[in-house]
């Protein structure tokens, strides 16, 4: 996969940007988020304290700390955007960065033998998803007649893992730059509201911790987004949402090479072209899911050599560094969603991606309640 990250995606072109004082802008960024991620903090521990006996007392206390950091995040972008000093702190808002380290740590807290169990469903259901929901979008494109570039990237965003896996078709297919701003912007303006939506649907229709987790995983489409909302829905359904999604990004790679391929031989039909190999497989495969892996196999052989409290207060640990990092990540959310993309992308690409996402919806929940129905957490 490609190490462009997705703020780099988001932001404006290079020739645009500040050269000289970058390092010291991307600095004065990362004391900016950690500022707004102390400040959820503060929030999330307190507001509840502050509406005791009030009629907002219930809802302070359902209210969790990836409402407190979207939030944040969204009005830092507002005041920033209105001051000027968003693109010249853009470097900091490393979403990507801060949710796979994140999940990493994540990975500590998942037992091995949940990760093995559930690898099967969540495996079965990312291919039957990937594979439905790509070859609507792909189809629905080219009805509303899309670039098949734009149609490749949409595809990619909806089907798999949004912006990562736009950046990673974006190479595949060498799409405009616009293209992917287009893309990255969409994914971002449809993720917030699911983080939202889909755990209180999950409530509504009374789905268990592991249906839930399994729909949130395989339909949201950003990790980070998928992450914040599968907190909302409870550790239990965060650990299967994160196990789906993590298996759904394991298959960029593949998505990718097979997106050059056809690129290279059917739509550009360049005879010279290189058939991509192992190598650019490698490339392409996102290299966190193997650290989340490891840190469960690591995080369930510990919990076997030492005493039941030793373990329980390495896991303290390996949860507080992981809160903060997913919040630092849910910051950054915030902080990095444009609207001027979406103005510009025009309503054909909108109309494909709503489209395609209310698909996914539907076919991902079907998929969830079929394959995780009796799944033990």
Not at 71 to 76: E, P
Not at 231 to 257: M, S
Request: aromatic share 10%.
């Amino acid at each position: 996969m490609t190490t462009t990250n997705e703020t780099e995606a988001l932001a404006p072109p290079a020739e645009d940007r500040p050269a000289p004082n970058a390092v010291a802008w991307t600095a004065a960024g990362l004391v900016v988020v950690l500022a707004l991620a102390y400040l959820t903090k503060y929030l999330d521990k307190n507001v509840p304290g502050w509406l005791a006996g009030t009629g907002l007392a219930r809802i302070s206390k359902s209210v969790e700390y990836p409402v407190y950091a979207i939030a944040i995040g969204l009005i830092g972008n507002v005041v920033l955007t209105t001051t000027g000093l968003r693109d010249r702190l853009g470097g900091a808002f490393r979403t990507e960065f801060f949710i796979k380290t994140g999940l990493v740590l994540l990975g500590v807290s998942i037992n091995l033998s949940l990760l093995v169990t559930a690898a099967g469903p969540a495996i079965v259901q990312a291919l039957v998803l990937i594979s439905g929901v790509f070859l609507f979008t792909w189809w629905l494109g080219g009805r509303f007649g899309l670039d098949d570039k734009l149609r490749a990237l949409l595809a990619s965003a909806v089907s798999i893992c949004g912006v990562s896996a736009a950046i990673a078709a974006a190479g595949a297919v060498r799409a405009k730059r616009e293209q992917l701003a287009y893309a990255a912007s969409l994914v971002i303006l449809f993720a917030l509201p699911s983080i939202f939506l889909l755990p209180y649907l999950a409530d509504v229709f009374g789905l268990s911790d592991a249906v839930a987790g399994a729909w949130i995983g395989g339909n949201i489409d950003t990790t980070a987004a998928v992450t914040a909302a599968g907190t909302l829905a409870g550790e239990d359904a965060l650990k299967v949402a994160t196990i789906v999604k993590v298996t759904q990004n394991a298959l960029i790679g593949i998505v990718a090479i097979a997106l050059t391929a056809y690129f290279a031989f059917k739509v550009e039909k360049s005879a010279d072209a290189e058939r991509p190999g192992l190598g650019e497989l490698w490339r392409r495969f996102p290299k966190f899911v193997l650290g989340f892996v490891a840190a469960s196999i690591l995080g369930t052989w510990y919990a076997h050599q030492v005493s039941a409290a030793d373990n329980t207060a390495a896991q303290a640990v390996a949860t507080n560094l992981r809160t903060w990092f997913l919040i630092l990540a849910f910051v950054s959310i915030g902080l990095e969603f444009r609207v001027k993309a979406l103005r510009e992308a025009g309503w054909r690409p909108i109309a494909v991606f709503a489209s395609a996402t209310v698909v996914n919806i539907g076919l991902a929940l079907g998929l969830a309640a079929l394959l995780f129905a009796n799944f033990q957490v």
